[in-house]
């Protein structure tokens, strides 16, 4: 029912920003729970951060992005973005946007609760 198109990533500097969008297409957007992941070669699918639908419209980070990273959601456009500032290192990974419905909040940092996906966005941190 939902396609997902990431876009925005690429090579930033320490301490730079950086935009990352997800374009969704499909019914009932504003119902689905989209959230943010990232994986780097060799690590495990990080939970970054999500925001819920279905008019609760909250907003969850992971520890390691609060007060750096910020999600809106603009349903009137079907897109959801996530914007990075004051990146490091660390940050480096392939960004995923994937949505899903029926995420109760305790399970919302779990990927196996999103069943749509987008191809991922590559965010390179380096000097």
């Known amino acids: 029912q939902v396609q997902l198109v990431e876009s925005g990533g690429g090579l930033v500097q320490p301490g730079g920003s950086l935009r990352l969008s997800c374009a969704a297409s499909?019914?009932?957007?504003?119902?689905?729970?989209v959230g943010w992941f990232r994986q780097a070669p060799g690590k495990e699918r990080e939970f970054v951060g999500a925001?819920?639908?279905?008019?609760?419209?909250?907003?969850h980070y992971t520890d390691s992005v609060k007060g750096r990273f910020t999600i809106s959601r603009d349903n009137a456009k079907n897109t959801v973005t996530l914007q990075m500032n004051r990146l490091n290192p660390e940050d480096t990974a392939l960004y995923y946007c994937?949505?899903?419905?029926?995420?109760?909040?305790?399970?919302?940092?779990?990927?196996?609760?999103?069943?749509?996906w987008g191809q991922g966005t590559q965010v390179t941190v380096s000097s």
């Open positions: 499909g019914p009932a957007f504003s119902r689905y729970t």
């Open positions: 994937a949505a899903g419905q029926g995420i109760i909040l305790s399970s919302i940092r779990a990927a196996t609760g999103y069943k749509y």
């Open positions: 925001v819920r639908g279905s008019g609760g419209n909250t907003y």
